[in-house]
């Protein structure tokens, strides 16, 4: 069964942190496959809804080339990027040089009560879903493996969750960024159970200044 936001709900309850859920901030440049839909790849830009493209097809910017199995290849800004099912987003086009220097984050909020957004931890793309109930930023094993993180020598710490005691990591990230606003030194939690999304958290988001007005949020960086 696919991961759903609820699934990363009860799991974040599980791990015992209180799942307060911010809201989305459609981040330019982040393309994940989805799924396949027969040859046509189901494309998720932006953190939106996937939308089935096919081989030779453009959809906001990003050209399907070619598709096989459960992988496709994209080109985007005139490079070409292999996106395969289950993996974290990558980042596509933009100029990276200049980007992270913004104080600034805008979070628009999703439809269904669930709020995701696209970002990346140490210079690799993945997905968050807000937590301002949760003291640090936490993933699964896998998402750690799949972003470069040797959370293996990080402090091990125990951890109460519905299946009992397990042992998660913790480590300092170099760098976390959301749009184009990065903050380095950030506090995470690894942990062994598997998670749809990475949870971000408030060794984040506390180093802003937090306005919600209706749908949005906006996260004013204080340092």
Do not use: C, W
């Not at 080109?75 to 993996?87: A, F, I, N, P």
């Not at 990346?120 to 997905?127: L, P, S, T």
């Not at 402090?155 to 998660?168: D, E, F, H, K, L």
């Not at 030194?185 to 999304?197: E, G, R």
């Amino acid at each position: 069964m696919p991961a759903t936001p609820a699934m990363a709900r009860a799991l974040a309850l599980g791990l015992g942190f209180a799942l307060m859920l911010g809201a989305s901030s459609v981040q330019a440049q982040s393309v994940a496959l989805a799924g396949m839909l027969g040859s046509k790849a189901l494309l998720v830009v932006d953190g939106g809804a996937p939308k089935s493209v096919a081989a030779g097809e453009t959809y906001q910017g990003v050209k399907v080339i070619s598709t096989s199995g459960d992988q496709a290849v994209i080109e985007q800004s005139g490079k070409r990027h292999t996106l395969r099912v289950g993996e974290a987003p990558v980042s596509t086009g933009g100029n990276t040089a200049a980007a992270g220097r913004g104080t600034r984050i805008v979070l628009t909020e999703s439809g269904g009560g669930h709020f995701m957004t696209a970002g990346q931890i140490n210079g690799r793309a993945v997905q968050f879903m807000v937590d301002t109930g949760a003291t640090s930023v936490a993933m699964s094993t896998a998402d750690a493996d799949r972003a470069g993180i040797s959370y293996q020598n990080g402090q091990p710490v125990r951890m109460s969750t519905a299946n009992g005691i397990t042992q998660g990591f913790r480590v300092r990230l170099n760098s976390v960024r959301v749009g184009d606003v990065e903050v380095y030194d950030v506090d995470a939690v690894v942990v062994p159970q598997a998670m749809p999304y990475m949870l971000l958290g408030n060794s984040f988001l506390s180093r802003f200044q937090m306005k919600r007005e209706n749908n949005l949020m906006t996260l004013d960086k204080r340092y």
